[in-house]
């Protein structure tokens, strides 16, 4: 089928038609900005939740469970799980898809595994085109599962709505949940694996580490739900706290913020991209020759040579 015909049937929620666009859109395909100039319109209309954590947290297992939950909402939902890349063959086991096959018969439920390839974060580098090509499908929700991240890989809380961190019983102390980082972007907070000892003493820890932020009274208050999301234990629940939260962005406005913001980020991404590919061209490289060997001779300084390379390409013409 030709570059329409596919975005038609995207919008459609033709299944074939979706996998098939969210492949182009993995391999940076030449019909890439066609068919993001064809879904433009009909996308970032779904709810958009991000569930992160370190490896082992059970993230796998709760986005399945929230799958379950959303679903006897009557709503329909697609998942986007991103597993890691080998550093030696950049192929990736997609353990996701794996355990989510209680969904695969739900005509309501889509899954779709993404390797990261190397891109930093817990997220792929097509991840952003990818949510776009959900929302136009017309899913209700969309759930994005990070690969396990450490504690400076915050990326998902640029491209959700709501963000929920999840931890376990056993995976630090006081000290680690105060540190910066992924547990600063929670909009909600899991303790899973909840009926193994220690859980309430991470319970607890969680709890300091929210009061220890100041906030004003209209700020949404990250709260904390203790699950066993192999046996279905405090889910719903944990689905209702994710509702609250989309309520208060909806309400306060922030919602439409989160949402420019991260229009932004994608805008400024591409925007690098398109730079880096101009770069890599011959005649940029030979200018970038020129102004390196001004550098290293003094004639000018690495700023004003940068500002110059910017200039040259930024004139020139073509994508």
Same mark, same amino acid.
């Given at each position: 089928m030709n570059t329409p015909q596919?975005?038609?049937? /995207?919008?459609?929620?033709?299944?074939?038609?979706?996998?098939?666009?969210?492949?182009?859109?993995?391999?940076?395909?030449?019909?890439? &900005?066609?068919?993001?100039?064809?879904?433009?319109? @009909?996308?970032?209309?779904?709810? /958009?939740?991000?569930? #992160?954590? +370190?490896?082992?947290?059970?993230? +796998?297992? #709760? #986005?399945?469970?929230?799958? &379950?939950?959303?679903?006897?909402?009557?709503?329909?939902?697609?998942?986007?799980?991103?597993?890691?890349?080998?550093?030696f063959t950049g192929g990736a086991l997609l353990g996701d898809r794996?355990? %989510?096959?209680? @969904?695969? #018969?739900?005509?309501?439920?889509?899954?779709?595994?993404?390797?990261?390839?190397?891109?930093?974060?817990?997220?792929?580098?097509?991840?952003?085109?990818?949510?776009?090509v959900l929302g136009a499908a017309g899913f209700d929700v969309i759930l994005v599962e990070t690969v396990g991240v450490g504690q400076a890989e915050v990326a998902i809380a640029g491209q959700a709505d709501t963000t929920v961190v999840l931890s376990a019983p056993g995976m630090g102390d006081a000290?680690?949940?105060?540190?910066?980082?992924?547990?600063?972007?929670?909009?909600?907070? /899991?303790?899973?694996?909840?009926?193994?000892?220690?859980?309430?003493?991470?319970?607890?820890?969680?709890?300091? %580490?929210?009061a220890m932020k100041d906030r004003e009274d209209h700020e949404w208050k990250p709260p904390i739900e203790m699950t066993v999301a192999d046996r279905g234990e405090g889910v719903g629940d944990l689905w209702e706290r994710v509702r609250e939260h989309y309520d208060h962005l909806s309400a306060s406005g922030e919602l439409a913020e989160r949402r420019r913001a991260r229009a932004r980020e994608e805008v400024q991404a591409i925007t690098l991209d398109l730079l880096r590919s101009r770069m890599a061209g011959p005649e940029a490289g030979k200018g970038l020759d020129r102004l390196a060997a001004d550098v290293a001779d003094g004639r000018t300084d690495p700023y004003a040579a940068a500002d110059t390379l910017v200039g040259e390409l930024t004139d020139s013409t073509g994508p």
């Open positions: 596919l975005v038609d049937r /995207v919008r459609a929620g033709d299944r074939r038609a979706l996998a098939r666009a969210i492949t182009l859109v993995e391999n940076g395909a030449p019909q890439l &900005r066609e068919i993001m100039a064809g879904l433009a319109e @009909h996308a970032g209309r779904a709810q /958009v939740v991000g569930f #992160t954590g +370190s490896p082992g947290v059970g993230k +796998s297992t #709760t #986005t399945s469970a929230v799958v &379950r939950a959303v679903r006897d909402k009557g709503l329909s939902v697609a998942v986007l799980a991103v597993d890691p890349s080998s550093p794996v355990r %989510m096959q209680d @969904h695969a #018969t739900d005509p309501g439920v889509y899954i779709r595994s993404m390797a990261n390839r190397g891109h930093l974060g817990g997220l792929s580098w097509a991840a952003p085109h990818a949510l776009r000290v680690q949940a105060s540190k910066a980082g992924v547990l600063e972007i929670a909009d909600v907070l /899991v303790v899973n694996k909840a009926d193994r000892d220690g859980a309430r003493v991470t319970l607890r820890e969680l709890r300091q %580490m929210v």
